[in-house]
């Protein structure tokens, strides 16, 4: 369950409204679980799988950086280039190294099943029936935008302009379409479209869709069914996807809302399951549903294309899908492992943390009164869900329930690289004017060839090292080392100048935090913030804006991307637990000692066995 802290899980269990996990505290245990460094949910959930830290399993933020070029590229989801013909099973290469629990136990003939995990796009084919979370793209390939349409204008300076169709209504009638997959020409490129139909039913606040032939009404303020989208590539080829939408309203300007379009479950344009056919399995017994790796639209929320009605109401929506697939497999399970992963417990408090902070920025005493019984409604509906669970666990039956990472207020965005800039570690070729937001993305202010460090990712600093980045200029060895201590020791007392308060906890050397097969594509250093403080948006892409520390004006009000220590998970089960200081490392041994299997290439170990 992806984010539970275990403050808010222990108030909410000392309070009562927690019944099924304070039983099974009382039955086995309940702990905190330390988190990957750094706790990101990639990272964690990687971690959990292997039972290593990130120098096994290579994951390391959310984003990595090119070396060819300091750009940055994701580290969730990963095209194979050499795919020159548009092979279905060779489009995407796997994230994640090194071997999973689920991999030895299915290896070993246990029945294995694992829903919705993170990081494991492009699945591998292997035993165990697996079908794939976070890093699972859109129809396009990319992690989903959405679309909104409207007859208003959008001014050029407007959050998310370009995921807007403007739209002319002419008596009551729209024409415009569904934006699709590229098509590969060859002097050009485009995307496929799907022509859309709407007519507006103004009184009634209802518009009459028409989608390629599928006709379906929508009421204001209500989400649509799954709506089949098929899009025509050329040469015979066609790709299928699911869409939703949103009418917002119709009058006086018409605004609707589409998700980002979804691999069809039932006719899935890429792998995203093991074995393929898998997920049509699914979709054949528990209905269509969301397949992108991460589907809870906060971006819509944040650029005010949907309220927090329509987002919650999609959260929902999500849950119930993932309960099914859970009853699915379990009303059918007799033996082996099982896994099933909730996400939208994240997503919920990263919007809606806010109302537990009156610090926050954003604090709005009315908004916190309105929303504030959000994020204790999910920690209960994952009480609920873990009650019809325990209904079918005997005392042979080991259940655990755990989460990645805790969370905490995000209230201040710390540009990373503004600082390395102000303290002689990046140069700029020009000096940032505060009306640029962005700081100049994607480094482009930055002169390589007098520049020591640069930050990409959420947390993430590289050195510029000769030999390795395309225009280093620290020498590896002593000269590289030298600089990492600088940057170490100045970063580490970084003070807020609002209001005196340290910003980071600790400056992490990854090559002491780090051991494995791929260590060496670590970041050099990881930023440990404080509470409250986390890497801001802008340095994620290589942004440089002109001050160091800013409020954090967006909705996404809550986090857990700073220092390990401050955002711990949870871990109860129904065995008795007997180990103090449990970690995510822990997870995959624990799993494989119920089986009396060894967990030798593991660093965790079992919280079961003395």
């Known amino acids: 369950m992806d984010g539970l802290d275990p403050k808010i899980t222990g108030q909410l269990m000392n309070k009562g409204e927690l019944p099924n996990f304070s039983r099974l505290g009382r039955t086995g ?14 990272v964690a959930w990687a971690t959990i799988a292997t039972g290593n830290n990130p120098g096994y399993h290579g994951v390391f933020d959310f984003l990595n950086r090119r070396v060819t070029d300091y750009m940055p590229e994701l580290a969730i989801l990963k095209i194979n280039p050499k795919n020159m013909f548009g092979k279905r099973e060779g489009m995407f290469l796997p994230v994640m190294h090194g071997n999973s629990f689920w991999d030895h136990t299915s290896n070993c003939d246990i029945p294995s099943t694992v829903l919705k995990w993170p990081m494991t796009f492009q699945p591998k084919q292997t035993r165990t029936k697996l079908y794939a979370g976070l890093g699972v793209p859109d129809i396009k390939g990319g992690l989903g935008k959405y679309t909104f349409y409207t007859s208003r204008d959008i001014s050029k300076d407007e959050e998310g302009r370009e995921k807007v169709i403007k739209v002319q209504v002419s008596d009551g009638t729209i024409r415009t379409y569904v934006p699709g997959p590229n098509i590969a020409k060859l002097m050009t490129r485009e995307f496929a479209k799907t022509d859309m139909l709407i007519k507006i039913i103004s009184d009634d606040r209802i518009a009459e869709v ?60 890429f792998i995203i399951s093991s074995p393929d056919d898998y997920v049509k399995e699914l979709s054949n017994n528990v209905g269509c549903f969301y397949t992108l790796g991460m589907p809870e639209d906060t971006k819509a929320l944040e650029e005010g294309r949907a309220d ?134 994607l480094f482009q202010y930055v002169d390589w060839k007098k520049t020591k460090a640069y930050a990409l990712g959420f947390g993430s600093i590289y050195l510029n090292i000769k030999g390795r980045e395309r225009q280093g200029i620290i020498e590896a060895g002593t000269d590289a080392e030298s600089v990492s201590e600088q940057i170490a020791g100045k970063l580490g007392n970084l003070t807020d100048p609002a209001n005196g308060q340290s910003a980071v906890k600790n400056v992490y050397r990854t090559r002491g935090i780090y051991s494995g097969g791929q260590a060496n594509n670590a970041p ?72 009396g299997m060894s967990s030798d290439d593991m660093e965790g170990k079992s919280l079961f066995l003395k």
């Open 308 to 441: 927090e009605e329509a987002f919650i109401a999609m959260c929902d929506e999500i849950v119930e899908e993932q309960e099914k697939m859970l009853w699915y497999e379990l009303n059918r399970f007799k033996e082996g492992l099982l896994a099933s992963a909730f996400f939208s417990t994240d997503r919920i408090q990263h919007i809606f943390w806010v109302t537990k902070d009156p610090a926050h920025p954003l604090y709005d005493k009315a908004y916190a009164e309105k929303y504030g019984h959000v994020i204790d409604d999910y920690y209960r509906k994952m009480d609920r869900i873990l009650g019809e669970v325990l209904k079918q666990a005997d005392d042979k039956t080991a259940l655990m329930v755990f989460s990645d990472h805790g969370f905490t207020t995000f209230r201040r965005a710390v540009h990373i690289n503004s600082w390395l800039a102000e303290n002689g570690f990046m140069t700029l070729t020009q000096k940032v004017s505060p009306d640029d937001k962005e700081g100049g993305g």
């Open 524 to 595: 050099d250093i990881v930023v440990g913030f404080q509470d409250g403080y986390r890497a801001s948006w802008q340095t994620a892409v290589g942004g440089a804006p002109a001050n160091i520390i800013e409020n954090n004006l967006k909705k996404w009000s809550g986090d857990h991307i700073v220092d390990p220590s401050i955002v711990p998970g949870i871990f109860l089960s129904n065995f008795a637990i007997n180990r103090e200081g449990a970690a995510l490392t822990d997870i995959a041994p624990t799993v494989l000692s119920c089986f």
């Open 210 to 269: 028409n989608v390629d032939g599928n006709k379906f009404k929508l009421n204001e303020g209500r989400w649509s069914e799954w709506i089949e989208v098929k899009f025509k590539l050329g040469m015979m080829k066609t790709a299928s996807g699911i869409v939703k939408f949103y009418l917002n309203r119709t009058s006086p300007d018409f605004e609707l809302y589409m998700t980002a379009v979804q691999i069809n479950p039932g006719d899935p344009a």
């Open 29 to 42: 245990g309940f702990l905190p679980l330390a988190t990957s460094n750094p706790a990101q949910s990639p």
